[in-house]
């Protein structure tokens, strides 16, 4: 059964700092792995989607990698700012699923 | 577009009281999804659909149905609510096929049973 972890569970940094959230899963038969804002009380928003096929996908100040063999992918935020307060989700799509398996999160603070 | 639309966004019911939950999409997706967030944990996928009249089971259906009568909605049915099923609950759509497709969140309906 896939699982998803995101380390840390929470992070505080001061405004401008670039930082690296993780995001692991244990079963690398994958068709590809989504990251997703949640802000508080809030639906999910679509940052990045990676195919399994792809190594990385950007969008403005943020860059998604996926290492498939090894389980891992990160998400980048640079130059961080206030807005980008929220918390992060991590979700892949399992070989011959229709289902999304999400992490935890990571709530991110980013301090003025 | 207004993308996916969820009704009602707050909902406290009694044990044993029934109601549905409604979903609609504007964006002509064949697939379309149910999930539940419980504080502190991932999204699980209660139900599914891959069009109008198809639906199947996810990771946790009890106490939960479903029909998808037309593309736009998929409504999710709780018959006999219980204090277990206090959360919140999101549709999802996306265009078809098992690869790679993006999913997209409505905004959630925070139900609880008391």
């Known amino acids: ?112 | 577009n207004a993308g996916v639309t969820q009704t009602p966004k707050f909902r406290i019911l009694k044990i044993g009281q029934s109601m549905t939950l409604q979903c609609t999409q504007d964006m002509n997706h064949n697939y379309m999804y149910w999930y539940r967030q419980d504080p502190g944990m991932g999204l699980k996928l209660i139900y599914y659909s891959v069009g109008a009249g198809i639906t199947d089971k996810g990771e946790v259906p009890n106490g939960y149905n479903v029909s998808r009568s037309t593309t736009e909605d998929f409504p999710l049915r709780l018959e006999l609510a219980a204090p277990s099923q206090t959360s919140v609950y999101f549709c999802a759509s996306s265009p078809p096929g098992l690869g790679s497709n993006e999913q997209f969140f409505g905004p959630g309906t925070r139900l609880t049973v008391l």
């Not at chain 1, 569970?9 to 959230?21: D, F, H, Q, R």
């Not at chain 1, 802000?39 to 989607?49: A, E, I, M, R, Y």
């Not at chain 1, 307060?85 to 799509?93: G, P």
């Open chain 1, 1 to 112: 059964k896939q699982e998803v972890t995101q380390i840390p569970a929470a992070l505080s940094v001061p405004e401008g700092e670039n930082l690296v959230l993780n995001c692991s899963f244990t079963d690398s038969a994958i068709y590809n792995l989504q990251w997703f804002r949640q802000d508080p009380g809030k639906g999910l928003t679509s940052l990045l989607l990676i195919q399994s096929s792809q190594r990385e996908q950007t969008s403005g100040r943020l860059n998604a990698s996926l290492d498939k063999s090894s389980g891992r992918s990160t998400l980048y935020i640079a130059a961080s700012q206030p807005g980008d307060s929220a918390t992060y989700l991590c979700a892949v799509k399992g070989a011959g699923s229709y289902q999304l398996t999400f992490g935890k999160g990571t709530k991110l603070s980013v301090i003025p």
